[in-house]
């Protein structure tokens, strides 16, 4: 059924190696190689790196309603909307911020991300986490706030994954490295040299 259902992309840039699932609307974004979201998903103003995993039902970037103003409805508002068709006063709204994630980012299911948000390199973000504040590279985050759970590895391999920067690399490079990604000591080593070699 999913498969007979639209998506909308509007003003956006999506790789061609990238895939969209149903039902997604997707606006002022870029989506980078070999990433991809699942169905459902509504993500604006937002640069998505390369490799990346988004799940079901996320929602990226929306737009925020002024909790300084008087009022944060949008009858006050010089915007289209799908609230009351009256208005009030047509006053602009501040810029929107622009959402950054990561290359090699795992989103789970039904995950809210707040606008001006970065996500650093291979973060996970739980499902049903609401992320309200930067994510550190390689941290695993969940809950209501997001918080750190844990990071994935050591600072000395998040270091040297992130000086390698291997999503930047071409298919060839990548299809001959990817033997090693099961064993981050071992890619490291093969990849980057003997010399970023991780302690034992």
């Not at 604006?44 to 002024?66: L, Q």
Request: hydrophobic share 40%.
């Amino acid at each position: 059924m999913n498969r007979i259902r639209g998506k909308c992309i509007i003003s956006s840039v999506i790789d061609k190696t990238s895939v969209i699932g149903s039902g997604c609307n997707i606006v002022g974004s870029v989506m980078n190689k070999y990433s991809y979201c699942g169905d459902d998903c509504q993500i604006v103003n937002t640069e998505i790196g390369a490799f990346c995993s988004i799940s079901d039902h996320v929602f990226i970037g929306g737009a925020e309603h002024p909790m300084d103003w008087v009022s944060t409805s949008p009858v006050f508002q010089n915007i289209r909307h799908s609230g009351p068709k009256k208005r009030f006063a047509l006053l602009n709204l501040p810029k929107s911020k622009k959402t950054i994630i990561g290359n090699d980012v795992w989103i789970g299911h039904n995950v809210t991300v707040k606008q001006g948000i970065t996500i650093g390199h291979g973060a996970v973000v739980g499902g049903n986490a609401v992320v309200t504040k930067d994510v550190p590279p390689y941290a695993v985050v969940g809950g209501v706030p997001a918080k750190v759970i844990k990071y994935r590895f050591t600072d000395e391999i998040v270091e040297k994954l992130l000086a390698s920067a291997w999503w930047s690399e071409s298919d060839d490079v990548i299809s001959s490295i990817a033997r090693d990604f099961n064993d981050c000591p071992t890619f490291i080593k093969n990849y980057m040299g003997e010399s970023y070699a991780i302690d034992e």
